[in-house]
């Protein structure tokens, strides 16, 4: 029998660790779940994200949770959608998180629906121009550019 790959064990402790009232538990659960992803933990991942959503701190951390959730165990690619357009509406005052969600959103309805291609476009171009801004240098090569 095969191991599960235990790196995702070492944010697990940490989040168990740290009590809800810190301010590091936002970060380390999404961590956690950014580790769980990697790992194809795609049922933990959403075991872990999905009661709690709703609860986390409006914008950029509720954001980040719901653009985890696009690569958890989805029945749908409507389900995968709506996680896009709950994680824009949540990802306005973050420019670099924004941008990678816009660039996931367009290769997503662009490869798998085939439809909608000019709106795909538009999407690709406003990541692209996120990217480029000066403030986020780095992101650029973030997104293989």
Same mark, same amino acid.
């Given at each position: ?72 165990? !989805?029945?749908?690619? #409507? ?7 709950? +994680?824009? /509406? =949540?990802? @306005? ?15 997503? !309805?662009?490869?798998? #629906? ?7 476009? +538009?999407? /690709? =171009?406003? @990541? ?18």
């Amino acid at each position: 029998m095969r191991r599960k790959d235990p790196c995702p064990l070492f944010p697990q402790h940490a989040l168990r660790l740290t009590p809800t009232d810190d301010p590091t538990h936002v970060d380390r659960l999404l961590q956690l779940g950014a580790y769980l992803e990697i790992a194809g933990e795609k049922q933990r991942l959403g075991d872990l994200l999905m009661p709690i959503v709703d609860s986390l701190p409006a914008g950029p951390p509720r954001a980040r949770a719901w653009f985890l959730l696009t690569g958890g165990d !989805v029945t749908s690619n #409507r389900e995968i959608l709506d996680y896009f357009d709950r +994680a824009l /509406a =949540e990802s @306005a005052d973050d420019p670099r998180l924004r941008a990678a969600v816009l660039g996931e959103l367009a290769a997503n !309805v662009a490869a798998v #629906r085939v439809e909608r291609i000019a709106m795909t476009n +538009a999407w /690709a =171009e406003e @990541a692209v121009a996120l990217a480029r801004r000066p403030d986020f240098p780095p992101l650029l090569e973030d997104l293989g550019g």
